[in-house]
């Protein structure tokens, strides 16, 4: 029989190595629909709605965005691309987010302005929508960028409104969720 100081101290070192990982891991399945291999995160990157956004001076936190980085993979050709997903609240509007820069990702080294793309015909798609009212869309991006946002410090989603724009940053930490991601997918350097 273990000793109870040694049984916490395990439990303690146990939680101590999990705290340093990233809470959301990268993922591959394979679409028995295409027979493509999709590399994706288990879920979605949250983001927030910026409290300087103009919908917010009553102080509420009511629009969240989500991003989740893709690769299709069908027998060596590979391509890239990101699903964003917006719930606006009640106190916000957002454009069409299908329409010409209306997403902008906006990273340290300044903003890449998205374009929209046809994503390949899926069985099931890596992520699914989190608010029936929300708006969903892909966009095409390549590993060059892929690698950039992981570097990134700052990763915010801006999307237009009517009478400007509003930012979204994200709830948690972005770059080791992103980095395990490029890791896992082999875009690397090396």
Known sequence: MLNPFLKTLGFLSLLAGCAGQSQIKPAEVLDEKSGMTVGALQE????VESARSPSQVNGRRTSFAYLGPIE???????????W????????????????????????DDGAVVLSLMDPPKLGHGPYQ??????????????????????????????????DGTIDFPPSHET?????????ARGITDD
Do not use: C
């Open 129 to 162: 929508p989190i608010a029936s009212w929300g708006q969903t869309a892909y966009f095409a991006v390549d590993a060059p960028t892929l690698k950039r946002m992981a570097a990134s410090s700052k990763l915010t989603l801006d999307f237009r409104t009517g």
């Open 84 to 107: 964003i997903h917006v719930a606006p609240g009640n106190d916000t509007q957002v454009s069409d987010i299908h329409a010409p820069g209306a997403v902008k990702l906006i990273l």
């Open 44 to 47: 979605p990157i949250e983001f």
């Open 175 to 183: 770059r080791e969720t992103l980095t395990q991601f490029v890791r």
């Open 72 to 82: 299709w993979d069908m027998m060596g050709q590979i391509t890239y691309g990101i």
